[in-house]
């Protein structure tokens, strides 16, 4: 079941790219942000009170929601969209990768029983340097501006890995569709201000049908199924495995793009994404003989001590 929903989450984050460039022709980029989010909270808003999920109700967990929502999509999804201005998308999905290299680094600090390890650190470069290759010919900075946005993605990227860390840390208890829906409360606001100064009335904008049935895509599948999917896997599979999904979604994107819209798929893409499958066979193919052994030896040790006892 863990398998399948990381599958899936892969999946649906892999084809969010192409609704968003699509998205991105008639609308700009903050004021689709937020109307993503906005028919997100009031889609879910009713499921809620539909099925009776109890909301978080002490000022702890609310201090924690309003954090990790604001990291989460206030801090993480603003800058994406702000950079994207400036640097290629493939350039912004290669930064968006070290989601995973703070998340080793954060889960160390936060999270006692998962520790950085040897094979952690090779299958984090593996994937990212796989993420690099496909898009080599994009990793480009052009201005200030440019530079400016790859900054900014960077401390997006560590905004998102703080805010999956903090829930893994914290939010043992909390249904998954109450925790999405109350950070996007807390984050949603900085968005909306964002857009309205930045951007203007969002109504003087060129809604069209292919505009609204990408807001919905995301908002269904990118935003509520995704993250009430991933929050749910998150309680459940060490987190380094769960962001490793940041890795193997810009791959998922290029194919896509290529079957889809008919982009150019890279010459590279095959060598990128063997790197890329050797990162995630590294973290989720573990060695699962270690405890074995070890049980073995200290059932011989205590067999050995037994006996000594006996003879004496």
């Known amino acids: 079941m863990k398998i399948f929903v990381w599958l899936i989450l892969c999946l649906i984050w892999g084809t969010t790219w192409i609704f968003i460039k699509v998205g991105l022709q008639d609308l700009p980029p ?3 942000a937020a109307s993503r989010f906005i028919l ?3 889609i879910l808003a009713p499921l809620i009170m539909l099925f009776r999920l109890e909301m978080p109700r002490t000022a702890s967990q609310w201090k924690l929601i ?22 290629t998308s493939g350039l912004a999905a290669v930064l968006q990768s070290m989601i995973t290299v703070f998340g080793l680094a954060l889960a160390w600090i936060f999270l006692p029983d998962e520790r ?3 094979r952690k650190i090779i299958a984090v470069i593996l994937g990212i340097v796989g993420v690099a290759v496909i898009f080599i010919d994009q990793l480009r900075i052009e201005s200030l501006m440019a530079f400016a946005g790859c900054a ?5 990227a560590f905004a998102a890995a703080q805010a999956s860390i903090l829930v893994k840390a914290r939010f043992s208890g909390i249904n998954p569709a109450t925790l999405v829906f109350s950070q996007m ?3 949603l606001p900085a968005v909306i201000l ?3 100064v930045a951007e203007g009335n969002p109504l003087t904008f060129n809604w069209t049908v292919r505009a609204v049935v990408c807001v919905v895509y995301l908002t269904v599948f990118g935003t509520i199924a995704a993250f009430w999917l991933y929050y749910w896997l998150l309680k459940r599979v060490e987190s380094t495995k769960a962001m490793m999904i940041s890795l193997v979604t810009p791959l998922l994107a290029v194919i896509i793009g290529n079957i889809t819209v008919g982009e150019t798929l890279p010459p590279q893409t095959l060598i990128g994404g063997l790197l890329i499958m050797a990162s995630i066979g590294l973290i989720v193919l573990r060695r699962k003989r270690v405890e074995p052994q070890r049980h073995r030896d200290t059932e011989e040790t ?3 001590e037994t006996g000594a006892r006996d003879l004496a």
């Open 185 to 187: 409360l807390c984050g």
């Open 30 to 32: 903050m004021t689709f």
């Open 66 to 87: 309003l954090l990790t929502g604001f990291l989460q999509f206030s801090i993480n999804y603003s800058l994406v969209f702000w950079s994207e201005q400036y640097i």
């Open 40 to 42: 997100s909270v009031l």
């Open 152 to 156: 900014a993605i960077v401390v997006g």
């Open 302 to 304: 205590i067999l050995s």
């Open 194 to 196: 964002y857009a309205l």
């Open 116 to 118: 950085i390890t040897r």
